[in-house]
């Protein structure tokens, strides 16, 4: 394979490795990385024998040993949901903390389009103070949200790389193209390689909110490593219109717990500075501990303020693990799509709770489903279905299914939330499952 250095020092790279125990002060500051693809190969002791494969990679970024495909780099994703048929928009739905690049794109939709004209949407990443959809497309074609319903689409991704590559402040946002119309249960996930072992999880919503909100369960110990927030419409009728990040624990409501923030005088962040500028969040190093939740608390009612995203980031130190986070900002409980599979997983935690009960027999189930089986169709993974008019703030711990099998997902398919009997005053619902790589 032919190897090309022409802009890098080439006897740099070479010596990288052993710059430090050779005692030099110089790091090399040159891509030392090998091509993708290239296989380090040793030579048979055998005579004759071919040279033995050891070491490389492919082109689906899996590390090689022998010959074989060792190991898949575990991606994280960041997700956008709209259930809804109103939240069907362009708008914002992550804001990044660290850099990294974009490694494949997926959609399904469990309702589709019927407008007469192209009903599409993309993905897009701005920088700077661009508004959602603004920014660079990262995809070289759209998704067609007038094709098959639960039928998965993954984009193919721009070939230029840059347009993949990402650094803290930088944000996703979804474009849509056309009317809605009848288009919902939209659910798109982004999986990208951090350059750090971390994973997010946003909040978000287009229109203009203030209901606190519960949008991450801790289901193991985690250190948060840093938070950003940015909004596309700045609060101009309430002029100290802030949002507070907090850790909740025990029974207590979303945005009742401890306040993580010391921005804006320790109110939070500020909902009436410039839109789409990016605030990073200033707070003292916290580790959330198993059942704790992160939660939102807004200090008024907005009227403009909207486009409001937030995301969280944490450091993970268990290799193989990602967590599936799912919330709703109003009472939408349609059965959706929370999960597409991009390699082998098996889900063993999870933890849920809500806002609001019921307020009569509901309970919901997490559900397996592959092909163009619907988001009601699947295979329960719970033994024990969550109960949607248990005490509200009162975590549920998953009751998985015994049966490995059905505990287990292949690439490309899919987990659910399926809800049975009548939700009626439920209200927000968050949960988040812990899956590992199989």
Known sequence: MAQSRSSKAYTTDLRAPYVVGHGESNTPSTDGAIDSGYVLRAKSATAGNP?????????????????????????????????????????????????????????IHTTAGTAGGAVTLHVTKERGVLAPGAGTTVMSGTFNLKGTADTLQTATLS??????????????????TGTATTAAGVFLEVYVQYDLPVFETSWYSAAATSTDQCFFIANRVYPIRAIRYVHAVAETTDTTANVQ???????????AGTDLLTNDSSAGFDIN????????????????????????????????????????????EEAG???VSWWLVDTDVLDAWIFIADRSYEIYDGRFLHAVAAGGTATANIEKARSTTTASGGTAMLN?????????NTIQTTDLVSTLSTRQLSSSERMSID??????????LCFTISLRTR
């Open 51 to 107: 040279d033995i494969p050891l070491l490389g990679s492919d082109a689906e970024d899996n590390l090689m040993v022998g010959g074989s495909a060792g190991l898949k780099p575990t991606w994280q994703r960041c997700t956008f949901k709209a259930v809804a048929n109103g939240n069907v928009v362009t708008t914002r739905f992550h804001v990044f903390n660290v850099s990294g690049r974009i490694k494949r794109i997926v959609e």
């Open 159 to 176: 070939t230029t790389a840059s347009d993949l590559e990402f650094v803290a402040g930088d944000m996703l946002s979804v474009k849509l």
């Open 245 to 255: 990040v907090t850790v909740d624990d025990g029974t207590e409501a979303p945005g």
């Open 273 to 316: 500075a410039t839109a789409n500028v990016v605030q990073t969040g200033a707070f003292t190093a916290t580790t959330m501990i198993e059942s704790e939740r992160l939660g939102l608390d807004f200090n008024s009612t907005q009227t403009e303020g909207a486009g409001i995203c937030i995301t969280a980031c944490f450091n993970t």
């Open 321 to 323: 693990r990602s967590e």
């Open 384 to 392: 024990t279905a969550i109960n949607l008019n248990a005490t509200a």
């Open 419 to 428: 809800y049975a009997n009548t939700e009626a005053s439920l209200a927000g």
